[in-house]
């Protein structure tokens, strides 16, 4: 069996959900062929160049425009141009997927799965198409055309009631979870990886992803490393500014400033995020389905920081109405609300035992097993 996975780099989420059921086909299933690619770039590099460095540059700089266009294009002529571009982009993707002839199409993208539906409806392709949203409310971009797709997975039961009602026949939707890599659910060597980053067993240890990846970290991630340093000396944290020098310095030189290297330790890029949270207690980072996903499946509390608005807002909202998470929001005292959560024991049992409810650990594992059994 040939399967073909499409993604886009708007965001890392898309290319993390597509790499997690890459992994998950290549251990339970070592027959099966699998081709994987960025289906904006292979249509034209100008084009993927031109338009994910413009998300970045407004996501960053201009987020709310962002959450404009994001919310404008569930309907009216944002919707309607996406959809007419895509069908102009389907033609070019039609020669890969002949040179592929894929059986099963996983698409991680609503672009990818809107030139899909489109090469089926006029029968150019007829292969087994699978839907997979990356976030935790639905959006109207993923179900263009959707009596052409095959399969829906989605994060949550909210999500899958929302796609009923949308028209989507029951039977075609599993709630089974965003896929993450299976590597969240190893059983870690707690004392070991303590050892390895200078951290103490007996201290309450917070993971803080700065959100530095893309550059869309924003000014007040320096003010949370302030109050971390200067307060909370009985609590650890593992900051991750990720692919960003600018933060990794300037994290460097507060914690100097503080004396705090021994409570407070600073990362750049590290693949060792499962390691991380397996000995983490809280987690604060910003929304992305991934990040919340792999959180959850490690039954870490999360403190909400920095959505952009759309997409993360809207995660946002869901996670704080299922009392998964704590939303630190533009007015709110940073100090004040970190106090009352972080030295709230009760607080943290019962967001714990509620990341439960909606922890999907094996989704990669099972989705995989859906679409291929």
């Known amino acids: ?9 708007y965001g890392g989420g898309h290319i993390s959900t597509a790499n997690a059921v890459k992994e998950a086909l290549e251990n339970d299933y070592p027959d099966v062929q699998i081709e994987m690619i960025d289906c904006i770039e292979y249509i034209n590099k100008v084009i993927n160049k031109i338009t994910t460095s413009a998300y970045s540059e407004m996501a960053k700089k201009v987020p709310k425009m962002w959450g404009r266009i994001y919310k404008g294009s569930r309907k009216g002529i944002v919707a309607s141009f996406s959809k ?53 409310k639905m959006h109207e971009q993923w179900l263009v055309r959707y009596d052409y797709v095959d399969l829906f997975f989605v994060s949550n039961e909210e999500m899958k009631k929302e796609l009923i009602i949308y028209g989507i026949p029951e039977e075609k939707i599993f709630a089974e979870g965003i896929p993450i890599s299976s590597k969240i659910s190893h059983k870690y060597d707690k004392e070991k990886i303590l050892k390895e980053f200078e951290l103490k067993e007996n201290k309450k240890t917070m993971l803080f992803f700065a959100g530095g990846g893309l550059g869309l970290a924003r000014k007040n991630i320096f003010e ?13 944290i593992i900051a991750i500014s990720g692919k960003n020098p600018k933060i990794y310095e300037s994290f460097k030189e507060i914690v100097s400033q503080y004396n705090a290297e021994e409570r407070i330790k600073v990362l750049e890029f590290t693949d060792k995020v499962p390691e991380l949270m397996s000995i983490s207690d809280i987690v604060i980072t910003k929304p ?86």
Not at 1 to 9: H, N, P
Not at 305 to 334: S, T, V
Not at 342 to 361: C, Q, S, V
């Open 84 to 136: 007419n571009s895509n069908k102009l982009l389907a033609r070019k993707l039609y020669k890969f997927i002949q040179s592929i002839d894929p059986d099963v199409i996983i698409s991680t993208h609503p672009f990818a799965t809107q030139m899909c539906t489109y090469l089926k409806k006029h029968n150019k392709i007829n292969v087994k198409l699978a839907n997979i949203l990356t976030d935790f």
């Open 288 to 373: 992305g389905g991934v990040t919340v996903s792999e959180s959850l499946a490690a039954n870490l509390p999360i403190i909400v920081i920095n959505p952009i608005p759309g997409q993360e807002e809207e995660n946002a909202e869901f996670l704080e109405k299922n009392e998964i998470a704590i939303w630190i929001k533009k007015d709110d005292n940073i100090k004040e609300v970190l106090e009352e959560i972080i030295n709230n024991d009760e607080k943290l049992k019962t967001l714990k035992e509620n990341t439960k409810k909606f922890a999907k650990p094996n989704s990669s594992k099972n989705i995989c097993k859906i679409i291929l059994e």
């Open 1 to 9: 069996m040939k399967t073909l996975i499409l993604y886009a780099t």
């Open 224 to 236: 949370f490393m302030k109050i971390f340093a200067e307060n909370f000396k009985d609590v650890q």
